[in-house]
């Protein structure tokens, strides 16, 4: 990002910042009609807030280089200001197809050794950044006291699969190979992400679900793809905000196109022959989210299979609200989901 650019990109935020902070009857006028499904209702902010990426989302073609960057400003807007202090650092990791860019989050007044999170972002394989997700992986550093390690990574259709899997588990694996150079416990490495950052979180999780020296000690999944096939799911056609099915499956299309990739586990996680090498697993669903019940059938097929897992769905909050953070309600969840990351690898 040029130096031009970021000015510009955090003049717009704190303007939206500012813009969110007006009185929720101001809200209530812009957003006047709500539909109640499935017996919730976004609240007035959280429709908003919803909806400004939704137009990039939900887009027909394969996004350019401005509709990407449009598509990170507005995530940034949506993650508000967050005053919280943090020391963020931006490296540079050995990738299978070159450098790769990740942004070191440190909180302050870290105990060390200390526990890490790696984090890969979301926007369907073909959207978002690092730099755009500030938000999140910001506040899961300074609430759950870990560093967090927020990876970029090679996005579709350019680089289909699979690019992004190769290069988040590259990441991981230089995280777990440099922990003592960032006075990291090795024993507290965990993989998050959400959305498709969750479908390639829970990919590496299984990936390494066997191997001694990486092996993540936790996954925590936020409204994740989990599956290939949006069949058999009534969120499916359900909601329509700020997602609906057919951007779910315009998106895996672009991401895994080759037939042979439809259960590769991979990509397919729920359908995995070997689901039972998942580490400890920590899920969250949002109430009023297609993928709602992928991550939910998710949690039950791995507690069939005895591995530790926990579950949370949160009603009346949207697909992407660990993005949203200027709603009080998706930062009280987003909260909740680092306070589960803390009493697994944070700080006692």
């Known amino acids: 990002m040029s130096p031009t650019f970021r000015i510009l990109t955090t003049a717009i ?5 500012r813009a969110l902070s007006m009185p929720s009857a101001g809200w209530s006028l812009l ?4 539909p109640v499904v499935d017996g919730q209702q976004l609240s007035p902010r959280l429709h908003v807030l ?15 280089p ?10 940034r807007i949506a993650g508000g200001i967050d005053h919280t202090e943090a020391a963020v650092e931006t490296i540079q990791l050995s990738g299978p197809a070159g450098p790769l860019s990740a942004r070191l989050y440190e909180p302050t007044q870290l105990r060390r050794p200390c526990g890490l999170l790696v984090y890969v972002h979301g926007g369907g394989w073909h959207l978002g950044s690092a730099a755009g997700f500030d938000a999140p992986a910001r506040l ?3 609430r759950a006291r870990v560093k967090v390690l927020s990876v970029d990574y090679r996005l579709a259709p350019e680089h289909p699969f699979p690019a992004a899997f190769d290069d988040v588990l ?3 694996r230089f995280a777990v190979d440099h922990a003592p150079d960032w006075s990291v416990d090795s024993t507290r490495i965990a993989i998050g992400g959400d959305s498709a950052g969750g479908n390639l979180a829970s990919a590496i999780a299984l990936h390494l679900g066997a191997d001694s020296r990486y092996r993540p000690a936790l996954a925590v999944l936020l409204y994740p793809v989990v599956d290939t096939s949006m069949d058999g799911y009534r ?9 609906d099915r057919g951007c779910v499956e315009r998106a895996l299309t672009w991401y895994a196109p080759g037939p042979h990739t439809a259960l590769d586990p991979r990509v397919c ?15 969250a669903t949002a109430g009023m989210d297609v993928l709602r019940d992928q991550g939910e059938a998710l949690a039950r097929r791995l507690d069939d299979l005895t591995v530790p897992v926990s579950l949370e769905r949160y009603d009346n909050l949207p697909h992407g609200f660990a993005t949203m953070l200027a709603d009080p309600d998706a930062r009280a969840a987003t909260e909740d989901i680092a306070d589960a990351v803390r009493a697994r690898i944070g700080e006692p």
């Open 50 to 64: 919803a909806t400004l990426g939704k137009r990039e989302l939900l887009a027909r073609r394969p996004p350019s």
């Open 13 to 17: 935020q704190a303007a939206g910042a």
């Open 140 to 142: 899961l550093a300074t």
């Open 31 to 34: 957003a006047p009609k709500r």
């Open 269 to 283: 996680v729920l359908r995995a022959q070997n689901l039972s090498l998942m580490p400890a697993t920590h899920i």
């Open 235 to 243: 969120s499916s056609d359900l909601f329509t905000v700020p997602l």
């Open 170 to 172: 590259a990441a991981y």
């Open 66 to 75: 401005a509709t990407r960057a449009r598509f990170d400003v507005l995530t």
